[in-house]
């Protein structure tokens, strides 16, 4: 997939509204809908450290409340201010592989605008999924 520069662009905006007063380490996350849709998603932390939401799963429940369904999306582009692209944790693989379609791709980009394009599957290779419990 041709990436955009609106997908970065979107994900820098993204990532202006998160709220990480602990680690400071501000993520964002665009998610483009196949329908021409997108979502923002930023890290939002809590005192209690293992309550925070990450930037790639904020946008995917943005995304799902407002009634979006998994094979709905088309990508999601990930930043970081950091001197590499940062990778999505355990976690947000797991819901990445639960909302998205396998080979949706996945752009980590930082501020350089250097880019990793992955894909879901790539991720979470052998992953537990709804599949499983048929
Ligand atoms: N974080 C994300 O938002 N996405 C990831 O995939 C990795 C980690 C956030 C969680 C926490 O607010 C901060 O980055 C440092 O771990």
Same mark, same amino acid.
């Given at each position: 997939?041709?990436?955009?520069?609106?997908?970065?662009?979107?994900?820098?905006?993204?990532?202006?509204? #998160?709220?990480? /007063?602990?680690?400071?380490?501000?993520?964002?996350?665009? !998610? =483009?809908?196949?329908?021409?849709?997108? $979502?923002?998603?930023?890290?939002?932390?809590? #005192?209690?450290? /293992?309550?925070?939401?990450?930037?790639?799963?904020?946008? !995917? =429940?943005?995304?799902?409340?407002?009634? $979006?369904?998994?094979?709905?999306?088309?990508?999601?582009?990930?930043?970081?201010?950091?001197?590499?692209?940062?990778?999505?944790?355990?976690?947000?693989?797991?819901?990445?592989?639960?909302?998205?379609?396998?080979?949706?791709?996945?752009?980590?980009?930082?501020?350089?605008?250097?880019?990793?394009?992955?894909?879901?599957?790539?991720?979470?290779?052998?992953?537990?999924?709804?599949?499983?419990?048929?």
């Amino acid at each position: 997939m041709e990436f955009k520069q609106e997908w970065y662009e979107g994900a820098r905006e993204a990532q202006k509204r #998160a709220y990480t /007063p602990y680690s400071k380490f501000n993520v964002g996350a665009y !998610l =483009v809908t196949k329908d021409g849709k997108a $979502y923002y998603g930023a890290n939002i932390e809590n #005192a209690a450290y /293992p309550s925070t939401i990450c930037a790639e799963r904020s946008a !995917l =429940v943005a995304a799902m409340s407002d009634g $979006y369904r998994p094979g709905d999306f088309k990508c999601i582009t990930v930043t970081v201010d950091a001197d590499k692209p940062s990778s999505p944790c355990g976690t947000c693989r797991q819901v990445l592989k639960e909302l998205c379609d396998d080979d949706m791709p996945v752009f980590l980009t930082h501020q350089t605008n250097e880019r990793i394009e992955t894909t879901v599957n790539e991720l979470l290779p052998l992953g537990f999924s709804g599949k499983d419990l048929e």
